[in-house]
């Protein structure tokens, strides 16, 4: 199933989830996005998500205000809705109305695969190769890879720096997806000292030696960060 966390009062940009993009609220979009894959549940911070949810038609739940991230959230959400152990969870931010529905599915066959592997611990993400200009910039995460492409390290720096000349960079699309099991797993680690320095939730799986499956993708998505990012993507629906 897909749980898109959508949270009111973000500290960047208050009430962003809900801004106009082409005529629909930005979590509707979103959610409209994927909707043909799974289930679709917003889990919310608000009354007032809940009711722009229904009008449009989309399953959206209350949890939490006091949750630290999107990925407490979407757990809270799926303990309430009783998602089996099993059930692969994808976490689609709400702010990515952009989101190719490719990208999910790819994430999807990739758990799957974990889980028919028998792996102890099932998380994944993806990333797409990017540019060196691109990775100056500290809100497109970076990520390094090992040889099986599981993450060694996400940073909002350039990584790795090129000393040695022909570096290449890999940003992080931020949609993740769990088993429901690791994802209660994840939520029970205790925080790390490099995920609140770097301002990355996922660092906390790498620091307690949790293998994090990247997957490849081709996506030209872009979330809404910044008031200069929605009016972007108001562009592209004019």
């Known amino acids: 199933m897909i749980i898109i966390p959508a949270r009111l009062a973000s500290t960047r940009f208050p009430q962003k989830v809900i801004a106009d993009i082409g005529g629909l609220p930005m979590v509707v979009r979103t959610a409209q996005r994927v909707a043909h894959i799974d289930r679709v549940v917003v889990a919310a911070d608000d009354e007032a998500i809940i009711k722009i949810c229904k009008e449009y038609g989309v399953e959206a739940m209350l949890t939490s205000t006091t949750h630290k991230s999107g990925t407490d959230r979407i757990h809270e959400c799926a303990t309430l809705l009783n998602v089996d152990e099993d059930e692969i969870i994808i976490n689609v931010q709400a702010d990515e109305p952009f989101i190719e529905p490719d990208v999910v599915e790819s994430l999807m066959s990739k758990l799957k695969t974990l889980q028919d592997e028998k792996a102890d611990f099932i998380m994944g993400s993806c990333y797409n190769a990017i540019n060196a ?71 906390r799986a790498i620091y307690h030696q949790k293998k994090i499956a990247m997957v490849k993708v081709a996506s030209t998505g872009f979330g809404i960060d910044t008031k200069e990012d929605l009016a972007r993507a108001i562009e592209i629906f004019l």
Do not use: T, W
């Open 133 to 203: 200009e691109a990775a100056q910039d500290p809100n497109l995460v970076k990520v390094v890879l090992d040889e099986k492409e599981n993450a060694i390290y996400f940073s909002r720096s350039a990584i790795p720096y090129n000393q040695g000349g022909g570096a290449k960079y890999f940003g992080h699309i931020g949609i993740y997806g769990f088993s429901k099991k690791s994802l209660k797993e994840f939520c029970s680690l205790n925080d790390a000292p490099i995920e609140d320095i770097e301002k990355l939730e996922q660092l």
